[in-house]
């Protein structure tokens, strides 16, 4: 388990997890904190966040170097054996163990343990990806499933767990600005003028931009419109000054919620949507398992389905879009994009299809790459440790990362409107480790400050172990103590994805204040 | 695999080796009432309402269907008079100390004790001075523990433990004494309590039930089966509705990725639904105020806006933010209204955030 805190963020995965715990599965965690799992694991590698690549190279070379790899499916199914070795050799345990910050013995313990249980399975989340080098980490991790020939098979594998419910179909439908439904790339011209014959119109060519350079083209004055559908940025980004500067400066923002969001209250249009049991539809999940959900309830007022509000303002533009139903538009995501080609709505009644399901008689995949990868062979990559883009320094000498908590979710929006939940978590906590906590005075439950090059947010203390001397741990979900006021935008330059697992802070005392103390470096907000 | 050849009050049923006589009768359409037994946990046998007649050869005597399992030659009765008697007999022992108005159905709430009592004819006998025994736990800021509901069926506290695999509950003291419980008998909230609902959605009675219900609960008219909106692990459950409102999430035991189970946010974070909060007419800003407007009206300004911004300075000049809240086909309809009607690929979503 890789930056997962499974049976907080994936609690029904957990359950499983900690069954095959009872059951004598091995476990090996990599984060930085303490988690539930890290707790009942074998090896706890509490690395420094940010040194994945680190720790896993090192991983990779005692595994190379101690013959504990599959030679037969490296021979068979991989190429550049070579140029992993080369990379590799340039990370003895003692080297990788010392940048990540673990024990030799834990690194080597793990890495034998990893190539000795057949089958072993990696799981990864955000704690992984939110870095300038988050996509290298995947490769490192692809490396290590590779060599030990755990890939393709039942139990084996390289599982990321999608953090939200449908976060894998809006990227399978091709809510991206560089894919068409199935990821088909928007630069190849025979997939162009399959959806164009389809559509009925020219698409455009070039690539678009992703959600954080979206951001930054608002600021730039290069993006003037932008339409928000059911996500709350000015919560969720990175630098959340410099977002909501951007978000202000927008000639036209519209926004599409169930609530009024602190996004919304920025916009010049609100148009109110439905929940998911006022409407009919599917979701896919991390299993890339296609559900129905069904609508259950009539609308909220005057609240329309997200997808009727967007087909009516297409005819208002001179496209009509006309379905009478879910399952139509269904059926014509099964025309154009291969891996759903096999999907209608009378097969998703029950479990559901997990994609690839090519043809309407094809019962679906559990396992990917079973037989081959769609490129043939996979390719091992050699990659080498690139630090985090801010460390410690004498001025904030700390390191922050943020996720999620078990009883709240994203902005709260949802949660924090269900009295349980909100019970168990209405406020932000941030863990410090006693050492820290008793250097500075600090106890649990006192008021403390965190400072940033790009921010500052007062929240109570939570004096724990869970986190090692040097790190704080701050969750994102909450509008008052605002993590991403710290955070760092800084991009993976491949992925996009911002470094939202690292940044340099300053923990203080504050003299006095109210309880909402936050603020921007430039003193707005 | 070997399988076994059984006659269940007269029908033929050949089941593999290892099936128990309830899940055996299940199979030939027969259905033995039970009361501790869910068939999401391991069978345990202590309330006896299932007890059934078997033969096999020379041998012949009362067991409990869902514990025992079936043997090849074996031949089963599930509804003789004596049985029924012996049912009937375990039910007012129930019923003797439980709370007359969960019997007489005032709580609303769904109950298993309380469907068989009057299969039976079981009504309470007064006799007995109807006290509460025990004060509610409300300690939890998701679930009540009401014992004076408990029939001790231990459905929750095998849930928790082998389904949940958190432990907290355990049966505590010994026979009349003998109670649900955290160890060291600590009130839920201090104990290691996930606030996961696995004991709720088991228990048969309402003892351990929901502490903030949308609405006092009345029986659903529909109950609807979707998809958690939280995590993607994706487990399907269920929208018990009434009138035109949710009124509780259920657990759906055939959900793929889920068997039942769900964590704190899937079964406890449904209120959003019906907040007062929530938009129900589309808003403009005009002056710095918001007013409230038509859909034609904000939707001609909405068009009218991107064209213009579209037509001086270019499609790209427009992006779309779409969600991993909606759905597949609404995530569909979004990326081409982006590229097809404004004529970008500027269309992303959180999948990075
Ligand atoms: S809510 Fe979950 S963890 Fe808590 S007692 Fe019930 S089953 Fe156990
Ligand atoms: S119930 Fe919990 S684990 Fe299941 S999908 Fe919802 S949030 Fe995820
Ligand atoms: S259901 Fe079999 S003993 Fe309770």
Redesign the interface.
């Known amino acids: 388990m890789v930056g997962s805190n499974t ?1 907080e ?5 957990g ?1 499983e997890m ?2 095959a715990l ?1 059951a004598g599965a091995a476990l090996i965690v990599a984060d930085p904190r303490r988690t539930e799992l890290a707790g009942l694991a074998q090896f706890h590698l509490a690395l420094r966040p940010g040194t994945d690549i680190a720790l896993l190279n090192g991983m990779a070379h005692v595994i190379l170097a101690e013959g504990l790899w599959d030679r037969e499916f490296v021979a068979a199914r991989t190429e550049g054996l070579e140029e992993l070795k080369a990379t590799v050799e340039a990370y003895p345990p003692a080297l990788a163990a010392e940048i990540a910050g673990v024990p030799v013995e834990s690194l080597v313990g793990a890495a034998r343990a990893y190539a000795a249980a057949k089958p072993a399975a990696i799981f990864y989340t955000m704690g992984l990806t ?1 870095h300038v080098t988050g996509h290298l980490n995947v490769l490192c991790l692809a490396n290590l499933a590779l060599l030990t020939g755990n890939l393709g098979k039942p139990g084996a594998g390289v599982n990321p ?18 894919v ?2 199935g990821y088909q790339q ?1 630069h190849d011209p025979e997939t162009r003028k399959k ?1 164009e014959a389809a ?3 020219p ?2 060519v ?7 350079e ?1 951001v930054d ?1 608002i600021a730039s004055g ?10 709350n ?1 000015m919560l ?2 990175p630098d959340l000054c410099h977002t909501r500067e951007a978000l202000g400066r927008a ?2 923002l ?1 926004v599409q ?4 969001t602190e996004t919304a209250a920025l ?7 439905v ?5 009919d ?7 890339r ?10 609308r ?8 009727e ?6 005819a ?2 001179g ?1 009509p ?1 006309v379905y009478r139903s ?1 399952a139509e ?2 059926d ?2 099964a025309r154009l994009t291969p891996s759903y080609r096999g999907v209608s709505y009378a097969r998703l009644e ?3 299809l997990q994609w690839p399901c090519p043809t309407p008689d094809h019962p679906g995949t559990p396992i990917l790459h079973v037989t081959g990868f769609p490129r043939g062979r996979a390719r091992l990559h050699g990659v080498n440790y690139i630090p985090p883009d801010e460390r410690p320094d004498a001025e904030f000498p700390m390191v922050l990362t943020t996720g999620r908590v ?2 709240q ?1 994203h902005s709260r ?3 924090g ?5 909100d ?2 978590r209405p406020e932000p906590e941030v863990e410090i480790n006693p050492q820290d906590a008793e250097r500075l005075g600090i106890r649990s439950g006192d008021r403390v400050r965190l400072v940033s090059r790009r921010g500052m947010v007062e929240v109570n203390a939570s004096v724990t172990e869970r986190v090692a001397p040097g790190l704080v741990f701050l969750p994102f979900h909450y509008a008052q103590g605002a993590a991403n006021l710290l955070t760092n935008p800084a991009l993976d330059p491949v ?4 470094e ?1 697992k690292v940044c340099a802070v300053r923990l203080e005392v504050p003299a006095r204040s109210g309880r909402s103390g936050q603020a921007c470096r430039d003193g707005g907000l | 695999m070997a399988e076994c050849s059984v006659f269940i009050d007269g029908k033929a049923a050949l089941v593999p080796t290892g099936t128990t006589i309830l899940q055996a009768a299940g199979a030939v359409g027969i259905s033995i009432p039970t009361l501790c037994h869910h068939p999401n946990l391991p069978p345990i046998g202590v309330c006896r309402l299932c007890i059934v007649d078997v033969e096999v050869g020379d041998f012949h005597k009362q067991v409990a269907a869902c514990h025992a399992e079936v043997q090849d030659g074996m031949t089963v009765r599930t509804a003789t008079p004596e049985l029924e008697r012996a049912r009937r007999f375990a039910l007012e022992l129930q019923v003797a100390d439980h709370p007359s108005e969960c019997l007489d159905g005032e709580t609303g709430e769904p109950c298993e004790l309380r469907d068989l009592a009057r299969r039976y004819g079981v009504t309470k006998r007064r006799f007995m001075e109807d006290e509460a025994r025990y004060p509610l736990d409300e300690s939890s ?2 679930v009540t523990i009401d014992l004076n509901r408990c029939i001790l069926c231990r459905r929750c506290t095998r849930a928790c433990s082998l ?3 958190q432990d907290i509950l355990w049966i505590m003291g010994r026979g009349d004494e003998s109670r649900v419980s955290p160890a060291l008998s600590l009130p839920l909230r201090d104990t290691a309590c ?3 609902g696995q004991c709720l959605a088991h228990c048969p009675t309402g003892a351990i039930r929901d ?2 219900p949308l609405r006092p609960p009345v029986r659903p008219e ?1 109950v ?13 459950l269920d ?1 018990n ?1 009434s009138g ?3 009124l509780r999430v259920t657990s759906n035991f ?1 959900g ?3 068997r039942g ?5 899937g079964r ?6 019906e ?1 007062p ?9 005009r002056d710095g105020r ?1 007013e409230e407007a038509s ?1 034609d009206e ?6 009218t ?3 213009e ?2 037509d001086r ?1 270019g ?39």
């Open positions: 049976t963020q994936h609690p029904i995965i359950i900690k069954k009872r939110q767990l999608r953090g939200q419910n449908n976060v894998q179909g809006a990227s399978d439908m091709g809510a991206l600005p560089n068409l439904p928007v959806f559509w009925g119109v698409l455009p070039a690539s678009g931009i992703t959600v954080m979206m083209a290069r993006l003037r419109g932008l339409y928000v559908i059911g996500e940025p969720t980004d000639e036209f519209v919620d169930l609530f009024m916009a010049q249009v609100v148009l109110p949507a929940s998911f049991a006022e409407k539809g599917t979701f896919t999940n991390t299993e398992r296609i559900q129905r959900i069904r609508r259950a309830i009539p909220k007022g005057a609240a329309r389905p997200d997808g509000i967007i087909c009516d303002l297409s208002r533009l496209h879009m879910q538009v269904m014509e995501i029950g479990e559901g078990l009883h979710y929006t949802m949660t409107r269900s009295p349980g939940l019970a168990l992925a996009r994805i911002p939202l | 800021p998701v389904v949940q695999g996930v606030s996961c502490k903030h529909a609807v089966t979707s998809v958690c909106p939280y995590c993607g692990c994706g487990c399907q929208l509705v035109e409102q949710i055939d793929p990725a889920n189970s769900l964590c704190a946010k406890f974070g449904y209120h959003f639904v907040s909060d929530r938009l129900t007419r589309p808003r403009i800003r918001w859909w904000a939707l001609d300004l909405v068009a806006r991107l064209r911004i579209r300075h499609p790209d000049a427009l992006a779309v933010l779409s969600s991993a809240k909606a759905t597949n086909e609404e995530n569909y309809l979004i990326q081409k209204f982006a590229r097809a009607v404004l004529g970008t690929n500027n269309v992303d979503h959180c999948a990075r955030l």
